[in-house]
């Protein structure tokens, strides 16, 4: 049953298309990557999807049409995401950043301690002492907190220490088997250890569609990625 | 000593009436970006909410009377800041310039209808008898009104803060301040916290409409030009969208500029410019404000 289904959706930003008509869906309870190099329009991709960018076609999460819907509206339907830069409010305690984003009546803090318990003894400190791991620790909770119907992550592991880059993969694949998930992520170990499906973008179009086995060969990797498998 | 004590409550005295001028608007400009022209007006109309109020129900001239017309005051003002934000600032969402254009349109215009209909004449705001007593200390006799500015303001000032720190409302503001866009990718209406601090700012003014109006004799639809100007002064020198840095340099201005005014008549103003100037030079992200990222 498909889940997300992107129909011809373009985004025009400052007079620059940057998405030219990308059409994917995502089905329910997988976990979709969303790949290319860099600039080709991914992170616009989730952003569109969640209002944040205006964009034109068509946008549904179970037959219900997102474009032009509030992005609180959007949250609030059963989506939550995980922006790029964490985005985590800096001023604000670990605790405060995290009571922000409750929704639910019985908020998954058990959940959230049992994946980062760094982050029930560091409840009272200010989010933006923490390090970018910590950080993108609290950015991650925000959205497990509440049960939603599909996650938008994007790049978690983005300027992470190895040993933090293996503690959010590891958060991420047991979240993994229990949500829908689209995940923009340049870590192929982890797209080929959590993806179920991946698509391809490139200059604001899907190029290619497909499973996670694809990023086996190297040559696929190379022509589509412009990266070497091997080291990812 | 006794005229050090003197200039000093009464330069308090006067920074209480600045915060309340300011700490609405640090708070509007530091959520939505949206420097408010039409803040000044909001003190205006409060101040005839207020007169209207003492006129009509709190008539016996008591404290409480008093107080409860500057509390209509505030709560007339509030309402009619809420008005602006819903019916003027909402189409304008995120258009920051046009949005600072149409408040300085609503004050225009508003101003011009109250001129109309009340005219410029100063209209007496009913105060307590007492307000025109001082009290003693040492051989300074400090006017008794401005300790019931510095009580309100120091009212307003926890209260804020109280709201801020500790309500979902005012963590919803503090969040937005650094990341609007954010709040509203968490599922939060982040309009509602316009509205609530537009409210809030309107509040304030309102009831610093009322306790301006004791302070300079009365109430006119011409009184908020420079209490606006001070109000800016306020915010920049203490941060945008700090409250804390807004009492903070409503405090420091009126000290000072009473202090200034104290030992060469008429020099207050230029000494509150060039004080202005040196902190936008130093640190011009203000006293307590954040350095934009």
Redesign the interface.
């Known amino acids: 049953m498909t889940h997300l289904a992107l129909n011809d959706v373009h985004v025009t930003i400052k007079g620059s298309h940057i998405l030219q008509g990308v059409t994917f869906e995502v089905p329910e309870n997988k976990v979709v990557a969303l790949l290319g190099r860099n600039g080709v329009g991914k992170s616009t991709t989730l952003k569109a999807i969640?209002g944040?960018y205006p964009a034109t076609g068509s946008i549904t999460l179970n037959n219900k049409e997102l474009v032009g819907t509030?992005?609180?509206h959007i949250?609030?339907s059963g989506l939550a995401?995980v922006?790029e830069d964490r985005?985590i409010?800096?001023?604000?305690t670990v605790k405060?950043n995290l009571?922000?984003?409750e929704?639910d009546k019985n908020p998954h803090y058990d959940l959230v301690y049992s994946l980062f318990p760094e982050l029930k003894t560091r409840s009272g400190q200010r989010a933006g002492t923490l390090s970018g791991g910590q950080q993108q620790m609290v950015a991650i909770s925000?959205v497990l907190l509440?049960k939603n119907s599909l996650l938008l992550i994007d790049e978690p592991t983005k300027g992470l220490a190895p040993k933090l880059v293996t503690e959010v993969a590891d958060a991420l694949a047991k979240v993994s088997g229990s949500s829908t998930m689209l995940l923009v992520e340049q870590n192929l170990a982890l797209v080929k250890r959590v993806a179920e499906h991946i698509i391809v973008m490139d200059q604001g179009k899907v190029v290619f569609t497909g499973g996670p086995e694809n990023l086996r060969n190297e040559e696929f990797v190379k022509k589509m990625l412009g990266v070497s498998g091997g080291s990812h | 000593m006794d005229t050090f004590i003197l200039i000093a409550v009464t330069g308090i005295g006067l920074g209480a009436l600045y915060f309340l001028v300011a700490c609405g608007l640090t708070l509007i400009y530091g959520l939505m970006g949206v420097l408010n022209f039409a803040h000044g007006i909001f003190l205006t109309v409060g101040a005839f909410f207020g007169l209207w109020a003492a006129n009509t129900f709190f008539k016996n001239g008591s404290t409480i009377d008093y107080l409860l017309s500057a509390l209509v005051g505030g709560i007339g003002a509030g309402l009619f800041a809420l008005l602006v934000e819903l019916l003027v600032m909402t189409p304008l969402y995120d258009r920051h310039i046009d949005q600072a254009l149409v408040t300085v349109g609503v004050a225009l215009v508003v101003g011009a209808m109250l001129s109309g209909w009340f005219t410029n004449d100063m209209r007496m705001l009913p105060s307590p008898a007492w307000f025109m007593d001082a009290v003693q200390v040492g051989n300074a006799n400090i006017p008794k009104d401005r300790f019931m500015y510095i009580a309100v303001a120091a009212v307003l000032l926890i209260l804020f803060i109280v709201i801020l720190r500790f309500t979902r409302i005012g963590l919803i503001i503090r969040a937005g301040v650094e990341n609007r866009q954010m709040v509203s990718a968490l599922g939060i209406n982040v309009r509602l916290a316009f509205s609530t601090v537009f409210f809030l700012g309107g509040l304030a003014a309102g009831i610093g409409g009322v306790l301006v109006a004791s302070y300079q004799g009365g109430v006119t639809p011409l009184m908020a030009g420079s209490w606006l100007i001070y109000g800016f002064i306020v915010v920049v020198i203490g941060g945008m969208g700090s409250i804390g840095g807004s009492a903070l340099a409503a405090l420091m201005i009126g000290v000072i500029k009473q202090f200034a005014n104290y030992y060469v008549p008429g020099l207050g103003d230029f000494v509150i410019v060039f004080l202005l100037a040196v902190v936008l030079l130093i640190r011009p992200q203000g006293l307590l404000g954040k350095v934009s990222a």
Do not use: C, I
């Open positions: 969640m944040l509030k992005t609180h949250v609030r995401y922006p985005e409010f800096a001023s604000l405060e009571s922000l984003a929704r925000r509440n």
